[in-house]
T-cell receptor, first 112, second 112 residues
Framework: DAGVTQSPTHLIKTRGQQVTLRCSPK?????VSWYQQALGQGPQFIFQ???????QRGNFPDRFSGHQFPNYSSELNVNALLLGDSALYLC???????????FGSGTRLTVV | DAKTTQPNSMESNEEEPVHLPCNHS???????IHWYRQLPSQGPEYVIH???SNVNNRMASLAIAEDRKSSTLILHRATLRDAAVYYC?????????????FGQGTTLQVKP
């Protein structure tokens, strides 16, 4: 049973560019959350999607946006990239509040 | 958002029990206590969670103080594979989004 799949695994972008990261949740999971993890820090919540709608958002600017598709997969878009956006971006999914989240291995984004 | 406080690092010997403490004095009534761990180059992995009562599963035990202001993750017999960053997390169920609020975590070293 495949867990959470994220693509690409690594990405290098130039400051000012835009990037799209993709996530396929674990089979049977309908809720997807995105987190940003800077080097040496714990992950920070970006937002969560359920039924194709953004349900809650963390303290991130509007440059960060997302989408969830009918098959529950999700995208994270970041516009006007800054050097400070360099981080590991993690996708997590779950089916029910009584269970934990399953995380993907993340996408390592480097902005130069 | 309620926050957690954990020691930065701990050491353990292989095959000995490990008690990882966590303080969460500002926990609210809707916050679940979750523990995740993260191995190098991987996303966080769910370990265990609870609300008020102590919990056991195949990976670990979770002991929750009566006032819920602290908790302890117990690994009954540490192995080398248990070396990781352990995060004590409050899952905010207000609004039913269940976002995870990560802290800095405890880096556990296991010595053979």
């Amino acid at each position: 049973d495949a867990g959470v799949t994220q693509s690409p695994t690594h990405l290098i972008k130039t400051r000012g560019q835009q990037v799209t990261l993709r996530c396929s949740p674990k089979s049977g999971h309908d809720t997807v959350s995105w987190y940003q993890q800077a080097l040496g820090q714990g992950p920070q919540f970006i937002f969560q999607y359920y039924e194709e709608e953004e349900r809650q958002r963390g303290n991130f600017p509007d440059r960060f946006s997302g989408h969830q598709f009918p098959n529950y997969s999700s995208e994270l878009n970041v516009n006007a990239l800054l050097l400070g956006d360099s981080a590991l971006y993690l996708c997590a999914s779950r089916h029910d509040r009584n269970y934990g989240y399953t995380f993907g291995s993340g996408t390592r984004l480097t902005v130069v | 958002d309620a926050k957690t406080t954990q020691p930065n690092s701990m050491e353990s010997n292989e095959e000995e029990p490990v008690h990882l403490p966590c303080n969460h004095s500002t926990i609210s009534g809707t916050d679940y206590i979750h523990w995740y761990r993260q191995l190098p180059s991987q996303g966080p992995e769910y370990v265990i969670h609870g609300l008020t009562s102590n919990v056991n599963n195949r990976m670990a035990s979770l002991a929750i103080a009566e006032d819920r202001k602290s908790s302890t993750l117990i690994l009954h017999r540490a192995t080398l594979r248990d070396a990781a960053v352990y995060y004590c997390i409050l899952r905010d169920e207000a609004g039913n989004t269940g976002k995870l609020i990560f802290g800095q975590g405890t880096t556990l070293q296991v010595k053979p």
